[in-house]
C-alpha cells in the first residue's frame, strides 16, 4: 500500500524535491535569504519611500517627516541631495526702510534696533556713511541696488534724503522716520558739532576736527544775529529734504519742496512720529512692525538701555535769547509748516488707536502759522473705523 500512494503523492506535487513544499515556498525563492518578517519590511518601507517621492511632487518639496528626519541624522541627508529647502514665509512688510533724520533721537532708535534684530531676527542693515545725504542719480542706483538685495526681512538705516525704488524698478519698501521741533534740532546739532556728547571727552574733535578754536567758540546769539552761514538759510532748511527726495528743488526753501514732503509723507511713509513723544512712536511701531519691534516699549525704559541712551545726549547746550529765536523762526518757517502738518498727523493717528497726547503747556509757535495743531486727543468712538482695517489699508499704498 505505501508503494501505491507514492505515485499519487507525487501527483499532487508531494515529493520532496518537486512536491507541494516546492509550491509553498515559491515565492521566496528570489530570497533565499530573507524570512517572511524581514520581506515585509523591506516593502514597507519601499512603499514609505514611494509615498514621501509622491508628496514632495505635490507640495513642491520634501515632506515634513523627511524635514524631521534631516535634523535627526545630521548633514548628510535628503535635503542635501535634492535642492534646497522651500522658502521661509516673509513677515510683510519685510522691507522696511528707517532714513533718519540726522539729531532726532536716531541714535537711541538705533541702540534699540541692534537689540531688537537680535532678538527677533530681522536682518538689520547699517551704514558708515553719515553726511552724504543728497546722492547722484547713479549713486541712488547702486544704494537701492544693495538694499533691494539684502536678505529679507531687513530694515535698512541710514541718513539720507527720501528714495524713489519704484523710479529705478525696484520694490518701493516701507519707510518710517521720526522728526522733532525744527529749532530744538538745530540747536542740538549746533552744539554737538562743537562739543560731542557723553560718550567721550574728543568724541566732538573726530567728528569736526578741522573746526577753527574761534568758530568752535562761536556764541550761539552772534552767529544767528550777524547771518552766519551755519544760522541761516539754506542750512536751516534741513528736516524737509529728508521726506521730499533727492530731486535738486527738494534742496531749495519753498512750497514745491514742501508740498512734495507731504505728499511721500501721506503715500510713502508707514509711521513719521515726533521726538518729543518717542514713547508713543514706540507704542505705534510696535502695533504696526510687531516682527520689528515687539517690546520696544520695555526695553526703552529698562535702567540699563536708559543708561546707554543719556551718553549721546549733547553736552554745552545753550538757549539763544528770544530775539534770536524769533530770527530762527523767520527763518524755519517751511520747516515748521511740515512739523506742525506732521504733528498733527501723528496725533489724529494716535486718536485712531485710543493714545492720549500729553496736555503741556504748548511752546511758543510763529506768528505765521494760522492752522493749531491738535493739542489734546481723546479715543475715537466704538463705531468708528476699525484699526486693524485701517492698518491694512496703509500696507496697501
Same mark, same amino acid.
Given at each position: ?23 509553498k515556498r515559491?515565492?521566496l ?32 518639496g520634501?515632506?515634513h ?5 534631516r ?9 542635501d541631495?535634492?535642492?534646497p ?22 541714535r ?9 534684530s ?13 553726511n ?23 530694515l ?17 519698501? $516701507?519707510? /518710517? ?5 525744527? @529749532?530744538?534740532r538745530? %540747536?542740538?546739532n549746533?552744539?554737538?558739532?562743537? !562739543?560731542g #556728547?557723553?560718550r ?42 529728508y ?8 534742496r531749495?526753501?519753498?512750497?514745491w519742496?514742501?508740498e ?11 509711521? $513719521?512720529? /515726533? ?5 508713543? @512712536?514706540?507704542?505705534? %511701531? ?6 520689528? !519691534?515687539? #517690546?520696544v ?36 518757517r ?15 493717528l ?17 506768528e ?10 481723546e ?13 491694512? #489699508?496703509i500696507?496697501?499704498?
Amino acid at each position: 500500500m505505501p508503494g501505491a500512494l507514492a505515485p499519487a503523492a507525487a501527483a499532487k506535487g508531494g515529493g520532496p524535491g518537486q512536491g507541494g513544499g516546492l509550491m509553498k515556498r515559491r515565492p521566496l525563492s528570489l530570497l533565499p535569504f530573507l524570512s517572511l518578517r524581514d520581506y515585509v519590511f523591506c516593502m514597507a518601507t519601499l512603499l514609505l519611500f514611494c509615498l514621501g517621492s509622491l508628496f514632495y511632487q505635490l507640495n513642491g518639496g520634501p515632506p515634513h517627516f523627511l524635514l524631521a528626519l534631516r535634523h535627526c541624522l545630521g548633514n548628510s541627508t535628503y535635503l542635501d541631495d535634492h535642492g534646497p529647502p522651500p522658502q521661509k514665509v516673509l513677515p510683510f512688510p519685510s522691507q522696511v526702510v528707517y532714513n533718519r533724520v540726522g539729531k532726532c533721537g536716531s541714535r537711541t532708535v538705533v541702540l534699540l534696533l541692534r537689540i531688537l534684530s537680535e532678538k527677533h531676527g530681522f536682518n538689520l542693515v547699517t551704514s558708515d556713511i553719515h553726511n552724504k545725504t543728497r546722492l547722484t542719480k547713479n549713486e541712488q542706483m547702486e544704494l537701492i541696488k544693495n538694499i533691494s538685495t539684502a536678505e529679507q526681512p531687513y530694515l535698512f538705516t541710514r541718513h539720507v534724503h527720501f528714495l524713489n525704488f519704484s523710479r529705478f524698478g525696484g520694490d518701493q519698501p $516701507v519707510y /518710517i522716520n521720526i522728526i522733532r521741533d525744527p @529749532v530744538n534740532r538745530f %540747536l542740538s546739532n549746533y552744539f554737538f558739532r562743537r !562739543f560731542g #556728547d557723553w560718550r567721550g571727552e574728543q568724541n566732538h574733535m573726530i567728528r569736526t576736527p578741522n573746526m577753527r578754536q574761534e568758530e568752535r567758540y562761536l556764541d550761539i546769539n552772534v552767529c544767528i544775529l550777524e547771518n552766519y552761514p551755519e544760522c541761516s538759510n539754506p542750512r536751516l532748511f534741513y528736516i524737509i529734504p529728508y521726506f521730499c527726495g533727492q530731486h535738486p528743488r527738494c534742496r531749495e526753501p519753498g512750497e514745491w519742496a514742501l508740498e512734495r514732503a507731504k505728499l511721500n509723507v501721506n503715500e510713502n511713509f508707514l509711521l $513719521v512720529g /515726533i521726538l518729543e513723544e518717542l514713547e508713543d @512712536v514706540l507704542l505705534l %511701531l510696535e502695533r504696526f512692525l510687531p516682527h520689528y !519691534f515687539k #517690546d520696544v516699549l520695555s526695553i526703552y525704559k529698562n535702567p540699563e538701555h536708559r543708561k546707554l541712551g543719556n551718553l549721546t545726549v549733547t553736552v554745552k547746550k545753550t538757549v539763544p535769547s528770544p530775539e534770536a529765536i524769533q530770527i530762527l523762526y523767520q527763518r524755519m518757517r517751511y520747516e515748521y509748516e511740515f512739523y506742525y502738518y506732521v504733528k498733527e498727523q501723528f496725533h489724529l493717528l494716535k486718536r485712531k488707536f485710543g493714545l492720549k497726547s500729553d496736555i503741556r503747556k504748548p511752546s511758543p509757535r510763529p506768528e505765521f502759522f494760522i492752522p493749531s495743531p491738535l493739542e489734546t486727543e481723546e479715543p475715537i468712538n466704538d463705531e468708528e473705523e476699525d484699526d486693524e482695517k485701517w492698518l491694512e #489699508d496703509i500696507y496697501k499704498r
